[in-house]
């Protein structure tokens, strides 16, 4: 190989290197649900500490990052949707906090267009919503709003008494 | 075979048969009467009852089989070739059908029940009371469990 071909052949072997690294092929850690799930834990982690420390748009930017991947690192449908459904839950209510009623009421329809499965997170985002559309001065949905999550909170009450109160067991996620 | 050569039994064989076929004498059904006919039918093809094309075809379908009247090599492989390949097929088919039928979307994760108290502040907020102050601990607290429930079944990356 003459020495001006190596050359032209070195710079593209760097340029390959480098368009791996700049795409994440090389840098970051393997993506699938296990990868997901420990990212969901340190980011949620360290969303729940900017709020507690009052630090809300730091909390939201974590929050927003978890939400990014529309399909969860790979996690079966109905238990991605109990994740990204709490998460648009969380990031509602840091929303609705901050005095952003129309985005809070958003992050609840974004999240029950994921479907209304009548468990706790979507209970959570009914609850959201009423309150979003409350403090729009929508009273009429908002009591709609009210009255599903009170309902789905019937449910969830009803299947729990039977056991005597006692909080074991494990129940489908729908 | 070579003029030097003596002829084979399977020659000699055929050799009586064909005197005999010129004697008038009616040989047994066998690759070598197959064969004459044909040859009978190329020769006379207004005579016989087939047109030339058809009597090529014949001949072509008899020039396959060999002299001890088994398909050729060829022939002969190609029905279990074409019955494996069916089988396959049919084998492919059914699975697929069942597999459909059976499989469905993969199940979710059976997740841990809320608790009591949890349900309770939701209830209270619904209702238009203030939000308790513990709501956010037990949000947190059930989060955790369901989180937890989930890195059971998938694993967690550390």
């Known amino acids: ?174 | 075979m070579r003029p030097d050569q003596e002829p084979t039994p399977a020659e000699q064989r055929d050799a009586v048969r064909l005197s005999r076929l010129l004697e008038g004498e009616e040989l047994a059904p066998g690759p070598v009467a197959e064969e004459l006919a044909a040859a009978r039918l190329l020769l006379h093809p207004v005579r016989g009852e087939l047109t030339p094309e058809r009597a090529t075809a014949v001949w072509q379908r008899i020039a396959a089989v060999t002299p001890d009247g088994r398909p050729a090599p060829a022939d002969r492989a190609r029905p279990g070739r074409w019955l494996a390949l069916g089988a396959a097929t049919l084998a492919a088919g059914a699975t697929a059908a069942v597999l459909l039928t059976f499989s469905g979307p993969p199940a979710a994760t059976p997740l841990p029940p809320p608790g009591l108290a949890l349900l309770t502040a939701q209830a209270k907020l619904a209702q238009g009371e203030p939000a308790p102050p513990e709501l956010e601990h037990l949000r947190q607290a059930y989060r955790a469990e369901v989180h937890a429930a989930l890195a059971a079944r998938y694993g967690r990356d550390r």
């Not at chain 1, 480098?18 to 649900?33: I, K, M, N, T």
């Not at chain 1, 906090?97 to 997170?121: F, K, M, N, T, Y």
């Not at chain 1, 908002?142 to 074991?168: D, F, K, S, T, V």
Request: contains cysteine.
């Open chain 1, 1 to 174: 190989m003459k020495p001006s071909t190596r050359g032209q052949a070195a710079r593209l072997g760097l340029l390959l290197v480098a368009s791996l690294v700049g795409d994440g092929c090389l840098g970051d850690p393997p993506a699938g649900p296990a990868a997901f799930l420990a990212n969901l834990e340190q980011t949620g982690n360290r969303a729940a500490q900017a709020q507690a420390r009052g630090d809300l748009p730091a909390a939201e930017r974590a929050l927003e990052a978890l939400l990014a991947d529309p399909e969860c690192g790979g996690l079966v449908a109905a238990d991605c949707r109990w994740v990204r459904q709490d998460l648009f839950g969380r990031l509602g209510w840091l929303k609705l906090r901050r005095g952003a009623a129309v985005e809070a009421s958003s992050l609840a329809d974004q999240g029950l267009a994921l479907g209304d499965a009548g468990d706790v997170p979507a209970a959570e985002l009914h609850l959201l919503r009423g309150q979003a559309l409350e403090g729009q001065g929508r009273d009429g949905e908002a009591a709609r709003a009210y009255h599903r999550a009170l309902e789905i909170n019937a449910r969830l009450l009803q299947e729990l008494l039977p056991a005597g109160g006692a909080e074991g067991g494990h129940a489908p996620n729908p």
